[in-house]
């Protein structure tokens, strides 16, 4: 028997159809850049309620899925829109059409799925989860998170609150630094864990850009460097969005979320006190 998943995350809504007896091979991967999070923040007189392009989206999905055929796909959205006025509509729009509830998982439950689909991650490490709502960090010893910290630095909202112009303003990057500087001066460690692991889809999209080409494999870890990042920072801070999403390896889904991206792990950086830093893609998460 075929499954499908339909998943909708903060930039990506996706469509997975797997065998039943291998769920970790899809057969079929479809994905559409909808901004879910952008859309919350930044509502339009045209589209008020932002849900056009998914309810669109979704309809699309369940035709392709029907071809299969599949049982009732299972409709999961990220812990990222746990609080997005969206899903209201979108729960109305499912009732509508008879299917099946929301999936809600939280934070932690999200993680633990990740955390065991990869297969190179050490026993003790720091977590750093940078996704576009949240940001976090979660100490893991002997593969069991033991504690969570969160800092109000979700991608998306920064870009909301700090960022209105493109190219931005310099006091627009300056008011950013010095409140990811002032967040991160809350936290004090005593000990920091050897091995310290970023996870972030914009990290990844930002990996590749410094690069200037796509991996392959989402399952493995990048890596880039503090000085590499430094030199990528004026180009972004200096240059239309337009501009930059034409360079080599860069996204163009992710064209929004660079400029914040690289500011962040650049505090991040200088607050670890690391040269460098591994990143992996939170989209490698299989239902």
């Excluded at 000085?227 to 239309?240: D, E, G, R």
């Excluded at 999403?245 to 690289?262: I, K, M, N, Q, S």
């Excluded at 991040?268 to 989209?283: A, N, P, T």
Aim: net charge negative.
């Amino acid at each position: 028997m075929k499954e499908a998943v339909i998943y909708f995350g903060p930039v990506y809504a996706r469509l997975i159809i797997t065998e039943s007896e291998a769920p970790a091979t899809p057969l079929l991967h479809r994905k559409v850049a909808l901004h879910l999070l952008l859309k919350e923040l930044q509502r339009t007189p045209d589209e008020p309620n932002g849900s056009a392009a998914l309810e669109k989206t979704l309809s699309e999905f369940l035709a392709i899925a029907e071809k299969y055929p599949t049982e009732p796909p299972r409709i999961i959205v990220s812990s990222d829109l746990a609080n997005a006025e969206i899903l209201v509509l979108l729960r109305l729009f499912l009732k509508r059409l008879n299917l099946p509830p929301i999936e809600l998982p939280d934070f932690s439950a999200e993680f633990e799925i990740l955390h065991h689909q990869l297969k190179d991650l050490p026993a003790d490490f720091l977590a750093v989860w940078i996704s576009e709502a949240h940001l976090r960090f979660i100490n893991v010893k002997q593969d069991q998170p033991e504690f969570t910290f969160n800092l109000p630095c979700g991608i998306v909202p920064l870009i909301d609150t700090f960022l209105k112009n493109d190219p931005p303003d310099p006091a627009e990057i300056i008011a950013l630094r010095d409140f990811l500087s002032t967040e991160f001066d809350r936290m004090q460690w005593h000990h920091l864990p050897e091995q310290i692991l970023t996870f972030s889809d914009s990290g990844a999209a930002l990996v590749n850009l410094i690069s200037g080409s796509v991996r392959i494999d989402d399952t493995q870890s990048a890596c880039f460097t503090k000085s590499q990042l430094q030199n990528l920072l004026p180009s972004l801070t200096h240059n239309y969005k337009s501009q930059i999403a034409r360079l080599p390896g860069a996204d163009p889904d992710f064209r929004d979320y660079f400029l914040t991206t690289a500011l962040l792990y650049e505090h991040l950086l200088d607050y670890l006190g690391r040269e460098s830093l591994k990143v992996y893609s939170q989209s490698t998460l299989i239902w």
